[in-house]
């Protein structure tokens, strides 16, 4: 069979199972990707991996959404063709990869099929699609769509930076008018655009306007938003600093006050960025940087190079106090919350329980300390556990501290931990050493042994 033939039938198979997802083998990956106009996203899984078990019923539902657009929808198994994986650098799973115009950029849509679908729609995009007036009227932006952009007549510059915004910008909607009468109609002039709010203002921008995108972006949204990762991302770069706040969504009052707190304050600093979600959404991320979640609505200052600073609970949350403490987050000295439970009564047990409030102590006193960071609900650590106490009565308190400090219920940042358990031993001198051993009784007992010289295997006898 000839290669025209091949290429051929192939295209025909591309159309005709578009409304599924093609199978990609080392067979025919190169081909498939080969014929990328209209679109081509792939997913490289693996049967066995939980979160692509999760995608595929969305995934396959997408594909059913695009039927006849053009996009294609496909999925290659990593672990049944490891070439594949290997020929496009995957090292895990799902990783999806869009295909376009002989150039592959990641997927960054949500999960669902309707997100997946939305957003192979937009980056599939050639031309920005025509509007009548009768149209621009009828796409009023509302909910998640901040404005409508407007391109009238014809600029080829403009034209191309709206293409490319129209793949990548979810929440804002980039159309254009080339009829006279429709130019007419809206009072506009040939070659510039037009940003109609979701307020229901307008904003021209002129043919030559410079850095246009970034001129729309600042004019298209309010002072507070929604969190989304786009509008973080976008927040993130234009202001000096964000204000997350958080609100229980089920709670129209407390989200109410919450809007109305972040208005109010956000009159008085432009260079400060306004977000909030909901904090049962956020609940984990809140109480790992501190939040006591007893006390909401709340806010976070999250500032590039410094860190994230949980709003002090101890004091009253309102325009004038969050105003003062943006104020200290800028100097580098604002009051922040560490929650932390009570210090125990008697924490004389083989394993000393560390919480914030004591924290502090115990590494003020110069004994070697081992601590095991944990979650409750953490399987690793509880299979641990018997170990880790048997680790405490073998071990002198005069030697090394056995310790352990619960990281979900207490101000998380005292040490970087990035998952459970993670076990750091202190030497009492500044010094620190991440454990990355066996967790079993015998090896955590000779990594202790070996850190202070002397052997306890006997101590016994």
């Known amino acids: 069979m000839n290669k025209g033939l091949t290429a051929f039938l192939l295209f025909l198979f591309v159309a005709f199972v578009s409304a599924g997802v093609v199978n990609l083998t080392p067979d025919n990956i190169n081909q498939v990707l080969s014929n990328d106009a209209g679109g081509i996203l ?30 294609v929808l496909a999925e290659a198994d990593c672990d049944a063709h490891r070439s594949i994986g290997e020929e496009y650098g995957i090292t895990g799973y799902p990783t999806l990869k869009f295909f376009k115009d002989g150039t592959v950029s990641p997927f960054n849509g949500g999960r669902t099929r309707n997100e997946i679908a939305s957003w192979v729609k937009r980056n599939s995009a050639s031309t920005l699609a025509q509007v009548s007036s009768e149209e621009i009227a009828a796409k009023k932006p509302t909910g998640s769509t901040y404005g409508l952009v407007v391109l009238f007549g014809t600029n080829a510059e403009f034209q191309k930076e709206f293409l490319a915004a129209a793949r990548s910008v979810e929440d804002l909607e980039f159309v254009h008018a080339t009829s006279d009468a429709v130019i007419a109609s809206e009072k506009a002039t040939a070659g510039s655009a037009r940003l109609y709010k979701q307020d229901g203002t307008t904003v021209d921008f002129p043919a030559g306007t410079e850095n246009v995108l970034d001129a729309i972006s600042k004019a298209a949204y309010p002072k507070i938003v929604e969190f989304s990762q786009a509008q973080f991302g976008r927040v993130s770069q234009q202001k000096d600093l964000v204000i997350f706040g958080f609100a229980p969504y089920e709670e129209t009052a407390k989200l109410d006050e919450l ?28 109480s790992g940087a501190g939040a006591s979640m007893n006390f909401l609505p709340t806010v976070v200052a ?58 502090n102590e115990y590494f003020s006193k110069g004994t070697p300390i081992f601590v095991k960071y944990y979650a409750p609900w953490c399987g690793h650590c509880k299979s641990m556990a018997p170990d880790w106490i048997k680790l405490g009565e073998t071990i002198s308190k005069n030697d090394v501290i056995i310790a352990e400090y619960d990281a979900t219920a207490n101000y998380a940042e005292v040490e970087k931990v990035e998952g459970f358990p993670t076990l750091v031993f202190y030497d009492g001198k500044g010094g620190k050493e991440v454990y990355q051993g066996d967790r079993s009784f015998d090896s955590l007992l000779s990594f202790v042994n070996s850190k202070i010289k002397h052997d306890h295997s006997h101590d016994e006898l």
Do not use: M
């Not at 792939?42 to 059913?64: D, I, M, Q, R, S």
């Open 302 to 359: 999250i500032q590039a190079g410094s860190g994230q600073f949980v709003w002090d609970e101890s004091v009253p949350l309102n325009p004038t106090t969050l105003s003062t403490w943006i104020g200290q987050v800028f100097a580098g000295n604002p009051p922040t919350n560490k929650k932390s439970e009570d210090v125990p009564a008697d924490n004389n047990g083989p394993v000393v329980k560390l919480v914030y409030r004591n924290y």
């Open 259 to 286: 809007k109305k707190l972040l208005e109010e304050t956000a009159d008085k600093h432009d260079n400060v960025g306004f977000l909030y979600g909901d904090s049962k959404v956020f609940s984990r991320g809140l």
């Open 42 to 71: 792939v997913k490289f899984y693996a049967p066995w991996c939980g979160h692509c078990k999760t995608l595929a019923p969305e995934y396959e539902a997408a594909a059913e959404l695009l039927e006849g657009s053009g996009a």
